[in-house]
């Protein structure tokens, strides 16, 4: 999309967020309250507002600045599978 995108100067930023808490969690396991926070449990995850920041600084770079890929992890989060719960 960049590619195709950048003869006409538009800008594509990509944002990838690492595990953030949602409602997501009580949808896959159906409601189940339990196993929802055990996805959280021990840990700091990134909420919706973290997300929202990151987007707001990309966009409000300036003209001549495409932030081309941003990967967002809470601090506990070092891969998608290696977490260091508390």
């Excluded at 595990?19 to 449990?41: G, I």
């Excluded at 920041?53 to 998608?80: F, G, R, W």
Aim: charged share 20%; glycine share 4%.
């Amino acid at each position: 999309m960049r590619i195709d995108l950048n003869k006409h100067n538009i800008k594509v930023s990509q944002i990838n967020p690492g595990l953030v808490e949602t409602n997501f969690s009580m949808v896959r396991f159906k409601n189940d309250q339990e196993r929802s926070n055990s996805v959280y449990a021990g840990l700091n995850p990134l909420v919706g507002d973290d997300i929202a920041k990151v987007i707001s600084y990309v966009i409000n770079c300036p003209e001549n600045v495409n932030i081309s890929d941003i990967t967002v992890l809470a601090k506990s989060q070092a891969s998608s599978t290696v977490l260091n719960r508390k």
